[in-house]
């Protein structure tokens, strides 16, 4: 009786908020993911993001030997309920790099993208690849930037990888290679491929030396402009983590001790940016409180995300890094769980009644063996039974949502064919002759 409410309570959510936007006519069946209003679609269904993060996949897929181990994470993935995976597309200089110097690039990493999009494909699972990094490892920012300074660019910050133009088109040639990129396992370019869910221009932006936002604001304006020049099928996102900035100062107050100048508003506010994102690590910004406070943060930083991206940005909002830490002092899984719990309750509170929250991706998934990318975060599915329950039961609830949207939507396909064939029939009447 509890469960039979609860779907009638999910559908007459639905219902209302569907006729408002009228959603159920988007017929697109080619596999890509897209958004309308505040929701993604698939096929014209609705579809949530539920999933892991896994930086590593290309790096350890670059070499053959170790591929089973991508195979592997993507199986287990698959098997708990989980859709969607975020990744590297990058690697600039350094060890195994994707990109060995501006414009050269590496086919030996570029084959392990192949191969992970490949698999990724085969289990069913959608990827969104971010194209580069803030910090330093995998080359990063900074790598761009002593590229340009090697070429004889006067440059005095790291951050000069937002404004500099020689380094703006370094970056924009490695979106075009990406993008343009032919799969060898496939056949398929990357900006043709609906495994691709979507783009990230690059992992959590920053440039604390412009904390006004206005050159992170114009950067992300010129980049997002730049891909949908060159791909129109996949979305896009900037790889916020969320602050609030100079656009929203009330909102400044939800934000922890940072100003990193970046803005949640203005920046999703793009027009070439499709979804906002969010990142949330209490155990990181409020290290010195405990865990009741992180928890209390937690629930209002999403609650107020949420809320913006419904009534503000009119996006979908991803919950696109969250997770907690064995390395926090007093760490136990039971408070794993619950966090893992309070983030996941947030987003399916919001989606049964049609709201932003688009699902939540944790950081981060690896599979057995993998001792030496543990960073305190990870999650082995095989190695946490209770954690591995948490996840199968969100994907269980959200698939409860899709399957009763489906459902209305075919309702509204019979109503609109039934409706068809009674306009045909009264056509044909009136064209009768009729008497002597």
């Known amino acids: 009786m509890k469960l039979l409410h609860l779907a009638f309570t999910i559908f007459l959510a639905f219902f209302i908020h569907w006729q408002s936007f009228n959603v159920l006519h988007v017929e697109a069946g080619d596999g890509f993911i897209r ?49 969607v995976a975020r990744t590297w597309g990058f690697s600039d200089g350094g060890y195994r790099p994707l990109q060995r110097s501006p414009g050269s690039y590496n086919e030996q990493m570029f084959k392990g993208l192949d191969f992970v999009i490949a698999e990724a494909r085969k289990y069913g699972i959608k990827l969104i690849l971010s194209l580069a990094n803030n910090y330093d490892s995998f080359g990063g920012k900074k790598q761009y930037v002593n590229w340009a300074r090697s070429q004889g660019q006067f440059l005095t910050s790291d951050d000069d990888f937002f404004r500099n133009p020689v380094v703006k088109g370094y970056y924009k040639n490695l979106i075009k290679t990406v993008l343009n990129r032919y799969n060898t396992f496939t056949g398929i370019h990357y900006k043709d491929d609906p495994t691709i869910m979507a783009w990230e221009l690059m992992n959590e932006p920053r440039c604390t030396s412009d904390p006004s936002g206005r050159t992170i604001q114009a950067w992300i304006t010129e980049m997002a402009s730049y891909v949908k020049s060159i791909d129109r099928n996949h979305l896009l996102e900037a790889g916020l983590e969320g602050f609030y900035g100079q656009s929203t100062p009330q909102r400044k107050r939800v934000n922890p001790n940072l100003d990193i100048g970046t803005d949640f508003i203005a920046n999703n506010l793009i027009p070439g940016i499709d979804f906002a994102t969010v990142h949330s690590y209490p155990d990181q910004w409020l290290s010195s409180s405990n865990d009741r406070d992180q928890l209390s943060f937690l ?43 309070t983030v996941y309750y947030k987003i399916y509170s919001s989606a049964k009644r049609g709201g932003a929250a688009a699902g939540g991706l944790f950081w981060q998934l690896l599979t057995e063996g993998m001792e030496a990318f543990r960073d305190g975060y990870e999650i082995v599915l095989s190695q946490s039974p209770s954690t591995a329950n948490v996840i199968t039961q969100q994907a269980h609830k959200l698939y409860q949502i899709r399957k009763i949207f489906a459902r209305m939507r075919n309702v509204e396909r019979w109503k609109r064919s039934r409706g068809m064939r009674r306009r045909q029939r009264q056509g044909g009447n009136r064209g009768r002759h009729v008497g002597n």
């Open 35 to 83: 958004t309308r209003g505040s929701h993604f679609l698939l096929n014209g269904n609705l579809y949530y993001a539920n999933g892991f993060n896994a930086y590593w996949l290309m790096y350890v897929a670059s070499d053959p030997s170790q591929r089973s181990k991508v195979s592997t994470a993507f199986h287990e993935a698959a098997s708990h309920g989980l859709t």
């Open 299 to 341: 629930n209002n930083w999403l609650d107020t995300h949420i809320q913006d991206a419904q009534h503000i940005l009119r996006k979908p909002i991803l919950l696109a890094e969250f997770g907690k830490s064995r390395k926090d002092p007093g760490y136990s899984t039971y408070q794993r769980d619950v966090m893992f719990n």
